[in-house]
């Protein structure tokens, strides 16, 4: 006792941040090879180590030398900040070395590379933090340049080869790819010269019609102004030519769009009549909302286009079991017969099944946070429950509903898995980028495709973000009410709840379908039970399924703790960029999967970088695209911390590492784990962004499904596709039996896109 | 309340504080913060002399504790140094400067023991687990809470849990030690004894300290010498009394206490206030028009005779006074009554009103 507590301010002592990450650069940069002999990971180019090196590259030698020097000025004292500066220097000195040796030598790279480029970014971020150009310390400096590297050379990079590859043609810059893409009637056709009418007439004269009944609209409303009955005419006008060509054209992008806003309009509505149900409903079929909402989300969304194709196709349950019903029912199993399903209808009802619950999800939450005391005032103003849904319920619902309809497109033109399975073949964007590279061997053209995918997502992201969600009038964390909800109308909630019940019946025989379907010899024909084809998984089922569990496991726990490290750097720390990298990371959720997954092969299939073929790459696949899933679950838990308490700890002399290990982490353990296992669950049912990265010797579950059902083993595809949807709720469910919490929604909302 | 509150004011008496870092001043040069274009604190300097119990007071948004955060470490001034004794700390991390704080919300980790809060600072420090247990100890029974050991926060009243922090943060031995509101989230009574207690406790460690508060009456029970702060500039610095009796500007006047500030003219010894007039002596009064500062406790009210005429409008009964608005020709006049013989006054009533001469402070009029 008595002594005064030492201080660690060592402003002269051995610098020991910069002697380890020195010495890491040093040792790996002489001892480990810098270049593969191929794609393999772990065969190493001979003669390849920094030590072997030294005589012929100088830039290896430049590399060791400035490692050395960080080591130096490490041990020599000096002041800090005076250290600070030049470790920014050496680190800049030696990352630009690096990268200079890497490009000139155009070796698949090895570990030392990896070694050298951390090691000196870490070395620069130590010297950012003592110089003082980062107010914050060494460690958090680092993680924020490591992070920033992942973000450019994972996330941005890719997308940057798309953009590249569409205007690159046999390494000449042109813009025949792009002009030949968008000519082509594959991707988009007005008038279509098979049809015997004039389609562009016909959209021109739907859209002078509807200006012509704009303008008298608005004419026959009081005050009459110019301006008015102008903007009307315009607007009515666009809007109707714009609908009659979405209706009348051909082509990708208008099979793309036009389902977009079909199941964005569908799923939205669902989602808030449901949202509706579960705050303001008098039934108990409310509580069935929490679990049918998760189940699309946890399995991949195309098992259900997959069980359409059961119930619904030429040779469906529903088709041929229905002609019993008399001539109605025989009316409908011949229009069923024609394959219907098989084709945009089926993928449009696929994706409003699998959608729904995300608009729900958004808006269950801006309903749940409207103050139920405003309609108790509207009540007492004398406003029938019916005038309170339409003037208090609905306008401040508007600004949710239109997020939700913008987050339901997005996923609609993004995903792949429904239109490859049940499109039949009618084109859309996400499946032409695919079958550009599978099918046509045109990267240039499925790098248009992929362009102007990701030119739609990311301006309907930006409108959603920035735009509308400017507007809410709600905040999603405000304190409860006091107030108790005001009960729908009555005949709105039986209504309701009759459309709830229809749409859970639907999910159960849908899901029921498939796990029928797997144990039965052929459906349509002969239903007898059998174990076949789970006989027949075995063994490249057993085996892709392991596969998927494996990587799926191992990009867990670096989704996870990339996510919170960012989801800590954005909350807690200030520093130029900051901004940028959260927007940077949050981008891949943004990006579809099959843009990125070009992206991955056209970034890494060459020079240093190569990666393609290997199970690296599908990891790195997964955890890029499902860090976001970790950065929103750790900015949630960390609002829930007090920000005193980190302060205090950094007052009782911690540096942030161990602030984080010793404070932030043990309170954020539920949200870790569910981080972990959510990132887990979105790899296992993950497959645009990996249909291009596999490789037979690295086939995942998903892929694997998709080419069952390609091949007709319509058996074998429900069979696996049984397997991972009961293997995923094991798993959501042993997190709960872990966190001890049954809570589906806030599960739900975190696995969401 | 909690049987461990009452236990506390007795078991301050057992002081084994043990020696401690010589005290050190703090001294703030030229401090200036800005966050975007919002200027917090500005042009501000300030010394804190060894060993006191300085109070930073001002309305919320004046830039007291942003200006406590930077001697913490926790914000770092755009312009301007931060001393303590004759060590220039403005570049130092919070966690490389001895100096400690006390929290709103006191902050402690929810997920560590009494004993482990209090321990985090000395493992940092690497402290041998003996040493650690034995000054565990010994601070919890100098703020009064031995036996709370093993419990969690969350098992604490709130007096307790202030406590706790109030001994993680003494361990360490600061050369300062900085409070932030600690007392805002306690019931009016515990804040009260608290108030008392960390007053004792300082006195006798003698640690420098610097006492963020809005509620001007814990400055001015607690603190050797107050800052009244607007504005992110500093209003007037000293003693509580001189506060009290002598504010520098309107501002700190209507801030510390009640105060009627009521239009004037002093002349040559005389004051005139409406139709009222009398001496008064003040060194360096201002002259011309003035401003006179009466507290509402030091103006009498009389039925008859000499004074400032004026009309009771209201009557508010409070127990040990009755606090009268009174309307005047130079406006309305707060004054506040002891239970007189007469007993109250009613609303509407006329009455005279005379001023003690060491309750009044004359200010010039434009402050």
């Known amino acids: 006792m008595a002594r005064t507590i030492a201080l660690p301010l060592a402003r002269s002592a051995p610098n020991a941040t910069l002697i380890v990450w020195g010495g890491v650069t040093l040792l790996g940069s002489l001892a480990l090879p810098w270049s593969r002999a191929g794609r393999d990971l772990f065969v190493f180019a001979p003669g390849s180590t920094g030590l072997e090196l030294l005589r012929g590259a100088p830039l290896v030698v430049a590399v060791a030398v400035t490692a050395a020097l960080a080591i130096l000025i490490g041990t020599v004292p000096r002041p800090l900040w005076e250290r600070g500066r030049l470790a920014v220097g050496l680190g800049v000195i030696g990352a630009v070395l690096t990268l200079g040796y890497l490009y000139g030598a155009g070796q698949p790279s090895g570990p030392a590379a990896v070694a050298a480029l951390f090691g000196f970014l870490a070395i620069l971020g130590g010297g950012m933090a003592w110089s003082g150009m980062l107010r914050t310390d060494a460690f958090l400096a680092t993680s924020i340049l490591w992070i920033a590297a992942f973000v450019l050379l994972f996330i941005l990079y890719p997308l940057w080869t798309v953009l590249q590859a569409s205007v690159l043609v046999k390494g000449a810059l042109t813009l025949d790819a792009v002009r030949s893409t968008l000519k082509s009637p594959a991707f988009f056709l007005l008038n279509n010269p098979g049809t015997p009418r004039n389609e562009t007439l016909v959209a021109a004269a739907a859209g002078i019609t509807a200006a012509a009944a704009g303008g008298l609209f608005r004419l026959s409303r009081r005050p009459v ?169 609905w306008p401040l619902a508007r600004p949710g509903i ?62 959603q973000r920035y735009w509308i ?68 998984l075995s063994p490249t089922g057993w085996q892709v399924f392991w596969t998927s569990t494996k990587l799926s496991a191992y990009a867990a726990v670096p989704s996870m703790l ?16 900051r901004n940028g990298l959260e927007f940077g990371s949050m981008l891949s959720f943004a990006v579809p999967g099959t843009v990125m997954g070009i992206g991955y092969i056209l970034a890494f299939n060459q020079g240093a970088l190569l990666l393609t073929g290997t199970e690296l790459i599908l990891i790195l696949a997964f955890v890029f695209r499902n860090m976001p899933v970790g950065i929103r679950s750790g900015v949630a838990a960390i609002h829930q911390i007090d920000r005193s308490l980190e302060e205090a700890s950094t007052m009782l002399r911690a540096n942030s590492p161990t602030t984080l290990r010793r404070i932030v982490m043990p309170l954020m353990v539920p949200a870790l784990l569910s ?49 991972l949807t009961v293997f995923m709720i094991a798993v959501v469910l042993a997190l709960y039996a872990i966190n001890r919490r049954l809570d589906t929604r806030a599960a739900a909302r975190a696995l969401m896109p | 309340m909690d049987p461990a509150d009452t236990q506390a004011v007795a078991a301050g008496r057992t002081p084994d504080p043990g020696p401690r870092p010589p005290a050190v001043p703090v001294r703030l040069e030229r401090i200036t913060k800005r966050f975007g274009s919002f200027v ?78 209090i321990a985090y600072g000395l493992r940092i420090a690497r402290l041998r687990d003996a040493d650690i247990r034995a000054q565990v100890a010994d601070v919890l029974t100098l703020v009064g809470l031995p036996q709370v050991e093993a419990r969690y926060p969350a098992q604490l009243s709130g007096g307790q849990q202030q406590r706790v922090a109030l001994a993680r943060a003494l361990v360490m031995k600061p050369k300062v030690l900085l409070f932030d509101e600690p007392l805002s989230n306690l019931d009016a ?75 004037g003219h002093h002349e040559g010894g005389m004051v005139r206030v409406g139709s009222y007039t009398f001496a008064y002596t003040q060194e360096h009064a201002p002259s ?71 309750g009044l402070y004359l200010l010039p009029a434009a402050t």
Not at chain 1, 562 to 577: E, K, M, Q, S
Not at chain 2, 59 to 70: A, E, F, N, Q, V
Not at chain 2, 201 to 228: F, K, M, N, P, W
Not at chain 2, 292 to 307: F, K, Q, S, Y
């Open chain 1, 225 to 393: 102004t110019i301006g008015g009955v102008v903007r009307w005419t315009a607007g009515v006008g666009v809007l109707g030519w714009v609908l009659a060509v979405l209706y009348l054209a051909f082509g990708a992008l208008r099979n793309s769009v036009l389902l977009a806003i079909v199941v964005g309009i569908a799923a939205t509505a669902l989602g808030f009549l449901f949202a509706l149900l579960a705050e303001r409903s008098r039934l108990r079929t409310k509580q069935l909302l929490g679990p049918f909402s998760i189940l699309p989300i946890i399995t991949p969304p195309f098992v259900l286009g997959l069980a359409l194709i059961y119930m619904f196709g030429r040779s469906g349950f529903v088709t041929k079991e229905i002609v019993a019903f008399g001539p109605l029912g025989a009316a409908a199993s011949g229009f069923l017969a024609t394959g219907v399903f098989f084709g945009p209808l089926g993928v449009a009802v696929a994706q409003i099944l699998a959608y729904a619950p995300i608009a729900y999800l958004v808006l269950q939450g801006v309903v749940q946070a409207m103050d139920a005391a405003m309609e108790e005032a509207a009540e007492t103003l004398g406003a029938s429950r019916w005038h309170v849904l339409r003037t208090v319920i």
């Open chain 1, 402 to 463: 239109a997020n939700a309809f913008l987050l339901v497109a997005i996923e609609s033109l993004a995903d792949f898995g429904n239109p490859i399975i049940v499109g039949g073949g009618v084109p859309f964007l996400a499946t032409e980028v695919f079958f550009a590279i599978i099918g046509r061997f045109n990267p240039s053209e499925a790098a248009v495709y992929g362009v102007v995918l990701l030119i739609m997502t990311l301006s309907i992201f930006l409108v």
């Open chain 1, 469 to 536: 969600g400017r507007r809410f009038y709600v905040t999603i964390t405000g304190k409860p009410s006091a107030a108790r909800p005001r009960p729908l109308p009555p005949a709105l909630d039986y209504a309701a709840s009759a459309i709830f019940l229809g749409w859970v019946l639907l999910i159960l025989a849908l899901y029921g379908s498939v796990f029928v379907g797997s144990v039965t010899r052929l459906w349509g024909f002969d239903y007898t039970l059998t174990l076949q084809h789970i006989r027949a």
């Open chain 1, 562 to 577: 990339l996510g919170f490290l960012i989801a800590y750097l954005v909350t807690r720390v200030d520093f130029p960029g």
């Open chain 1, 675 to 723: 981080g972990l296992v959510f990132a887990f669950v979105r790899a296992m049912t993950a497959i645009s962004q990996v249909i291009f990265l596999i490789t037979p010797a690295h086939n995942l579950a998903t892929t694997q499904i998709l080419s069952y059902v390609e091949y007709g083993s319509l058996g074998r595809g429900a069979a696996l596709a049984s397997l």
């Open chain 2, 40 to 117: 917090a604190v500005e042009d501000l300097t300030l010394t804190i002399p060894a060993g006191q119990l300085v109070t930073l007071l001002g309305p919320s948004g004046c830039g007291k504790t942003t200006t406590l955060r930077m001697v913490a470490g926790l914000e770092h001034p755009t312009a301007g140094r931060v001393w303590l004794g004759d060590e220039d700390v403005t570049p130092l991390p919070a966690s490389n400067r001895s100096v400690t704080m006390v929290f709103q919300s006191y902050a402690l980790f929810p997920h560590l023991s009494v004993f482990e809060n």
């Open chain 2, 189 to 263: 009574k515990l804040r009260k004894r608290v108030r008392a207690e960390i007053r004792e406790l300082q006195r006798r460690l003698g640690i420098t300290s610097i006492y963020v508060t809005h509620d001007q009456a814990e400055a001015l029970a607690l603190s050797d010498v107050v800052v009244v702060m607007n504005q992110g500039r500093v209003e007037q610095v000293g003693s509580p009394t001189d506060l009290y009796r002598r504010p520098a500007t309107r501002f700190v006047a209507d801030f510390i206490g009640e105060a009627n500030l009521l239009p």
């Open chain 2, 288 to 358: 011309g028009d003035v401003a006179v500062m009466a507290r509402p406790e030091t103006i009498e009210l009389h039925t008859d005779g000499d004074g400032l005429s004026g009309r009771i409008r209201t009557a508010f009964f409070m127990g040990t006074v009755t606090e009268y608005l009174v309307e005047t020709p130079v406006g309305e006049v707060i004054v506040a009554e002891p239970l007189m013989p007469r007993g109250p006054l009613r609303s509407g009533e006329d009455v005279r009103l005379t001023f003690r001469p060491s």
